[in-house]
Each structure stands twice: as C-alpha cells, then as structure tokens.
T-cell receptor, first 112, second 114 residues
Framework: SQKIEQNSEALNIQEGKTATLTCNYTNYSPAYLQWYRQDPGRGPVFLLLIRENEKEKRKERLKVTFDTTLKQSLFHITASQPADSATYLCALDSDSNYQLIWGAGTKLIIKP | GAGVSQSPSNKVTEKGKDVELRCDPISGHTALYWYRQSLGQGLEFLIYFQGNSAPDKSGLPSDRFSAERTGGSVSTLTIQRTQQEDSAVYLC????????????FGSGTQLSVL
C-alpha cells in the first residue's frame, strides 16, 4: 500500500539556523508533492508544490527538493525564526486526481 | 467569505447521538473535501465533491457517515449514532477546480464523543 513517512519526533532548531524536514514515501510514484504548515487549532496552510520533473523549488526562505530515485522530499527553512515553529505536513498525490496521501507531520520548534 | 468556514468549532456529544458538521467553502470553488485528523496521524480522506456530486465516497469509515453539498456551496457531514472512536478533528478544504491545485482549509471541528 502507499505509505508516507515524516519524522514523528519534534525537531528543535536554534534561531537563525536552517531547519530541514524529511518526507519519505514508498510503493508509488507521485506526480507532485505539496507541503503545508499547520498551527495548533488551525487547518493546514499551503506552502509549496513541487512536480516530479522539478528537482527544487524556492519561495522566500523556503526550499523544497524532490528526489524520485530516493523517493524523498526535503523541506528547508533558512534563517529560521521562532514564528516558523509549527507542524509541517507533506502530501503526495495518489492514483486518483483529487485524493492526497498525507504524512503525520513533523513538529518544528525554533528556539530564540 | 475570505476563507473556508466551519461550524461548530467544537462539539461535545454523547455516544449514540447524531451530529452535523457544516462547511462553507471559498466562493467559486467547485471542489470540496472532508478530512479527519486524529492525534499523531496523517489526514484521513473522507469524501470529495465536485460541484454537488460526490464521485468518491470510499473514504467514509462506515454507513453512519454521510455528506451532502447543496447549490455547489455549503456542505454538511453527518455522523449518526456517534461512537467514541469518531472523536477527532474534522477538516474541510476547498480548491478552485480540484486536481493538483492547492487546498484551502477551514479551522476544523473538534468532535468529542463521551
């Protein structure tokens, strides 16, 4: 079955450093992958989408990579700030054209 | 409205009661999704609407769950004879047309079944 994994343990990063989150998947070949941010008590908020033919995508301090050989996406936040503290979710498209497969998310804590 | 609106934000109910959750998507968005989020779990797909029709109901956990969408806008998710395992956050999302577009989520309904 399709499976997606994110680090279940919280990631603690010092302010100003680069935070790197991992999303691994098995048993299928998604055409694209999305990253979302979720704050407590709120719904996820879209950040970036990267397609299978794109190696890297950037938006301000955010960078996403997509390695279809390793079946892995990395999400980077450079010059991290305490306001970046949140849970980050990755989601991949499934065999359908509307159903996403979601990871459980990684909680990121940026310490001042 | 400016975003996806869900109500109520919190619902506490007794086991065996029926509950109705409401979602008001972004105006003009034809695609609407319901997800369930339990602690430590990824979002669980429940149902997808394109306009008023639901081409895929396969994610609904049991026949106690049903959903409808009227006028291509507001959607309601109904859970009959609630069970404790139904306790979770129910999230609604919409997108302009569906497919590979980004989803806009509401803040969810926290359902607690006692």
């Amino acid at each position: 079955s399709q499976k997606i994994e994110q680090n279940s343990e919280a990631l603690n990063i010092q302010e100003g450093k680069t935070a790197t989150l991992t999303c691994n998947y098995t048993n299928y070949s998604p055409a694209y992958l999305q990253w979302y941010r979720q704050d407590p008590g709120r719904g996820p908020v879209f950040l970036l989408l990267i397609r299978e033919n794109e190696k890297e995508k950037r938006k301000e301090r955010l960078k996403v990579t997509f390695d279809t050989t390793l079946k892995q996406s990395l999400f980077h936040i450079t010059a991290s700030q305490p306001a970046d503290s949140a849970t980050y979710l990755c989601a991949l498209d499934s065999d359908s054209n509307y159903q996403l497969i979601w990871g459980a998310g990684t909680k990121l804590i940026i310490k001042p | 409205g400016a975003g996806v609106s869900q109500s109520p934000s919190n619902k506490v109910t007794e086991k065996g009661k029926d509950v109705e959750l409401r979602c008001d998507p972004i105006s003009g968005h034809t695609a609407l999704y319901w997800y369930r989020q339990s602690l430590g779990q990824g979002l669980e797909f429940l149902i997808y609407f394109q306009g008023n029709s639901a081409p895929d109901k396969s994610g609904l956990p049991s026949d106690r769950f049903s959903a409808e969408r009227t006028g291509g806008s507001v959607s309601t998710l109904t859970i009959q004879r609630t069970q404790q395992e139904d306790s979770a956050v129910y999230l609604c999302a919409s997108s302009r047309h569906g497919g590979d577009e980004k989803l806009f989520f509401g803040s969810g309904t926290q359902l607690s079944v006692l």
